[in-house]
């Protein structure tokens, strides 16, 4: 089992690029979730897929958007990529069918816009 | 208002003794679960150990002990006998309520660093 994981793990582009995010987990996990983090701070929603065929805005969702392919496939999109957006990006899942459900991280994509 | 927060920006302790990693969380529902990662420079987040609302006992995993006090709203976290793998930064996190969604809400983060 690979867990969950990321492409790219890192990338620049220039203010004004698009890029999309890929996610896949093999874990048979339901619900799925993209976080971004900035330095010295944690991590923050940006968007999440409780289940397939859903996806709902989190804390942070302005100049973004995702599809949820599939079950194991979820990915994130910068139309037109800012400064602002420099940042690392995490994928998670979580199988949702417990309280005690934990949620797994992949290894994260590091993204510079200049 | 802050729904987690973690005080303590960054901590020492020496290899071998215990250290408190501390942190607070803000809610009116009273079911939530609190959660605390550990990410090391290599930048992943790893799951440490879980304590839910209505659990009775604190939770342990190993040298990882959760200091729940549902009354002052603290969910610390207690690392026994230091090891320099340790020196990480740490992220106490909270799930509001058990819906289907189970977003997570992060604190700022403790940065820990073990001395030999």
């Known amino acids: 089992n690979a867990g969950v994981t990321q492409t790219p793990k890192f990338q620049v582009l220039k203010t004004g690029q698009s890029m999309t995010l890929q996610c896949a987990q093999d874990?048979?996990?339901?619900?799925m979730y993209w976080y971004r983090q900035d330095p010295g701070m944690g991590l923050r929603l940006i968007y999440y897929?409780?289940?397939?065929?859903?996806?709902d805005k989190g804390e942070v969702p302005n100049g973004y958007n995702v599809s949820r392919l599939n079950k194991r496939e979820f990915s994130l999109r910068l139309e037109s990529a800012a400064p602002s957006q420099t940042s690392v990006y995490f994928c998670?899942?979580?199988?949702?069918?417990?309280?005690?459900?934990?949620?797994?991280f992949g290894p994260g994509t590091r993204l510079t816009v200049l | 208002a802050q729904k987690i927060t973690q005080t303590q920006p960054g901590m020492f302790v020496q290899e071998k003794e215990a250290v408190t990693l501390d942190c607070t969380y803000d809610?009116?529902?009273?079911?939530?679960?609190l959660f605390w990662y550990k990410q090391p420079s290599s930048g992943e987040m790893i799951f440490l150990i879980y304590?839910?609302?209505?659990?009775?006992q604190n939770a342990t995993e190993g040298r990882y002990s959760l200091n729940f006090q549902k009354a002052r709203k603290s969910a610390n976290l207690v690392i026994s006998a230091s090891q320099l793998g340790d020196s990480a930064m740490y992220f106490c996190?909270?799930?509001?309520?058990?819906?289907?969604?189970?977003?997570?809400?992060f604190g700022s983060g403790t940065r820990l660093l073990v001395r030999p």
């Open positions: 874990m048979n996990h339901n619900s």
């Open positions: 809610t009116s529902d009273p079911s939530y679960g």
């Open positions: 996190a909270m799930r509001e309520g058990m819906d289907s969604s189970y977003k997570l809400i």
């Open positions: 998670a899942s979580t199988l949702s069918g417990s309280s005690t459900d934990t949620q797994y």
């Open positions: 304590q839910g609302s209505y659990d009775q």
């Open positions: 897929s409780a289940s397939e065929g859903t996806t």
